[in-house]
């Protein structure tokens, strides 16, 4: 669990110090000050800046541009890929002559993990002088590995030995439901399932089961109501209550690693967000989950400042701000101000 967050040169974040993290942590802020990214960081942190990942996160952002295959044994092959990996740097900056790249991680760990681009043999000895020698160096404590952008029959994301630790990101994209039918099975008749009915309930309390059928060839959820044989679509209930299921098997899967969330407030109405609150905060201590999420919400903020009161050192809200000169600051409050501050909107 990370206990503190440094960020250096990751997309608009030149530097920021975040002092203090606990079990389960919300940030709020304007746009464009940096929430996205933040939660970005932090899933390249926890699979150790893979390639791979990096091309997840820029094809959510529609920021990849698949590099011409035709052109694989050529210079310009080459810096598609760099002019790919690029976007996630300061200011899209790539220098390969200086130690200054991405640096994620606790503010004082050994643990933190760097990317930069480097200068790089080709592998296995190939040399073919029309193409620049080019890699992404990668370190994670004291382990490094320089990947390299050199054309060649073995891609270079199958390579990656540095291990990875279990995060699961929940941005504004749907996520699958064949995924979320995977999900459900990793978590049905086990502990894990209450939490996902009990969830389900906070907007229609009659729900008893839960259950994915194959129907016209896709997979439906559905849902049994109480003193009622006939099997209801989960999506006739609203989104409010897909958000649920989406954000509770999600969480339930990320356990002894991270849960992301974007955005938590979407879909779902102020009047059940403590009680979620206060599922997600048990769920993140039994299963040992790291949970950080955003949010616009005073709503949202509010039912998260209710919850920690009764989860002493579980919780911590931070809100980002931009200062003139471009500088983040994350500014932490406490409980009890947080709470004292909503009394005085109402």
Known sequence: M??????????????????????????SGENNVGKSALLEAIYLYAYRGNLHHIQELLKLRSMWLEP??????TSEYVEQLIDNYAQIFYNKKIDFFTEDGITIGATQANNQLKIRFVKAPPPQNQQLSNIPQKGVAIQFGDKKQTLSLYP????????????????????SNRIKIEQLSTFWNKVIFTPKENYVLQALRLVEARIEQLTFLHSHQKLIPYVKLKRDKKAHLLSDMGR???????????????????????????????????????????????????????????????????????HKNLGQYYLLQKRSNGKITPLMYQTELLLFASKKEK
């Open 2 to 27: 990370l206990d503190s967050l440094l960020i250096q040169n990751y997309r608009g974040i030149k530097k920021i110090e975040i002092p203090a993290l606990a079990r389960v942590n919300l940030i």
């Open 68 to 73: 011409n295959s035709s052109k694989r044994a």
């Open 152 to 171: 060649n029959k073995q891609n270079p994301l199958d390579n990656f030995i540095i291990t990875p630790k279990k995060c699961l990101y929940l941005s």
């Open 240 to 310: 409010g209550v897909e958000k649920l299921l989406t954000l509770l098997l999600t969480l339930l899967n990320s356990d002894n690693g991270f849960f992301l969330i974007s955005e938590f407030e979407n879909s779902l109405h102020p009047n059940i967000q403590p009680k979620l609150w206060e599922i997600i905060f048990q769920v993140a201590k039994k299963f040992n989950i790291q949970v950080f999420a955003t949010t616009y919400s005073t709503d949202c903020i509010k039912a998260f400042a209710t919850t920690c009161t009764q």
